[in-house]
């Protein structure tokens, strides 16, 4: 089986910071590009960070920018999202998703699960 998981997701009071995983399985995540992924309630999803193969990470949202930097472990077949200075508006669950090379994370191909990550005083 190909499988993405998310893990990490939790409850965080605003300014407080969360660091979440995707982990990759059945298959070698260090060939691909990752992207990430949120849907907040009542919202439709959109791209938070973009990562290449390579390590090269840029995001997808002005919201994130200067507070959400993506990175992986190639080694552990690990792709990270280090959340910093979060806020309500950040509650949502979030996707990690292998894309199609140089697509700018514009074309995800599979994804994973989620995990809900609640930003709440």
């Known amino acids: 089986q190909l499988t993405l998981v998310e893990s990490g997701g939790g409850v965080v009071q605003p300014g407080e910071s969360l660091r979440i995983s995707c982990v990759g399985s059945g298959f070698t995540l260090d060939y691909y590009d990752v992207g990430w992924f949120r849907q907040a309630p009542g919202k439709e999803r959109e791209g938070v960070s973009c990562i290449s193969h390579s390590g090269g990470a840029v995001n997808l949202a002005d919201s994130v920018e200067g507070r959400f930097t993506a990175s992986r472990d190639n080694v552990r077949s690990t792709v990270y999202l280090q959340m910093n200075s979060l806020k309500p508006e950040d509650t949502a669950v979030y996707y990690c998703?292998?894309?199609?090379?140089?697509?700018?994370?514009?074309?995800?191909?599979?994804w994973g699960q989620g995990t809900q990550v609640t930003v709440s005083s």
């Open positions: 998703a292998v894309v199609a090379h140089n697509s700018e994370c514009s074309q995800p191909m599979y």
